[in-house]
């Protein structure tokens, strides 16, 4: 089964300011995804990293604020940017492998001041 | 589009209850169904799993039934223990689709 590191696993960040995290997947994916898990919520998803191309966005999501990329079949990245306090969250990145298994990482715990 | 319902929390029970936590799902298509689990403070864990109707996906004490008349997957446990306090999300994806999760349920099992 695939294992997904996931980095920060937690930070504490100004307003204004971005974090870029990484997903690094230990064997070779067809799809990854990146979601949100806000204080007491759901998780709910922000958008399909594609690989070489641009990021597939659900409703309420957008480039600008949120820019991930996916240079190969193992990485990706997930940008937040221009955080405030509504940004405080989890950020969960999730793989699907040539099986249709599905993993997630472990989650980056996010703090905006 | 697609969507899951769950019932609602939190849900308190006694040591050895009998657990059961509704889900339902709308989907197009066959798509597969799952539960997860977020124990305190960790990341979130595959429960089980059913990828067709009438398969019975079952861990640690857990069990599911796919139900394609119902379009239902309700998670049942006959004797819950104080450890299986968590948050209990019910999940669906269809093929080459991401994961569209439920609210979740927060179970709490007091000794």
């Known amino acids: 089964s695939a294992v997904i590191s996931q980095k920060p696993s937690r930070d504490i960040c100004q307003r204004g300011t971005s974090l870029t995290i990484q997903c690094q997947v230990d064997?070779?994916?067809?799809?990854m995804f990146w979601y949100r898990q806000q204080p007491g919520q759901s998780l709910t998803l922000i958008a399909t990293?594609?690989?070489?191309?641009?990021?597939?966005?659900e409703s309420g999501f957008v480039i600008d604020k949120f820019p991930i990329s996916r240079p190969n079949l193992t990485f990706s990245t997930l940008t937040v940017s221009n955080m405030s306090p509504e940004d405080s969250s989890i950020y969960l990145c999730?793989?699907?492998?040539?099986?249709?298994?599905?993993?997630f990482g472990s989650g980056t715990q996010l703090s905006v001041l | 589009g697609d969507s899951v319902t769950q019932m609602e929390g939190p849900v308190t029970l006694s040591e050895e209850a009998f657990l059961t936590i509704n889900c339902t799902y709308t989907?197009?298509?066959?798509?597969?169904l799952f539960w997860y689990v977020q124990y305190p403070g960790e990341g979130l864990q595959l429960l089980l799993k059913?990828?067709?109707?009438?398969d019975k996906g079952s861990n640690k004490g857990f069990e599911a039934t796919y139900r394609k008349e119902t379009t239902s997957f309700h998670l049942e446990k006959g004797s819950v223990q104080v450890s299986d306090s968590a948050v209990y999300f019910c999940?669906?994806?269809?093929?080459?689709?991401?994961?569209?999760f439920g609210k979740g349920t927060r179970l709490s099992v007091i000794a």
């Open positions: 999730s793989a699907r492998d040539f099986d249709e298994k599905l993993f």
């Open positions: 989907a197009t298509g066959y798509p597969s």
């Open positions: 059913a990828t067709k109707a009438d």
């Open positions: 999940a669906l994806s269809g093929r080459n689709t991401p994961l569209v």
């Open positions: 064997s070779q994916v067809t799809m």
């Open positions: 990293a594609n690989q070489g191309s641009e990021a597939t966005y």
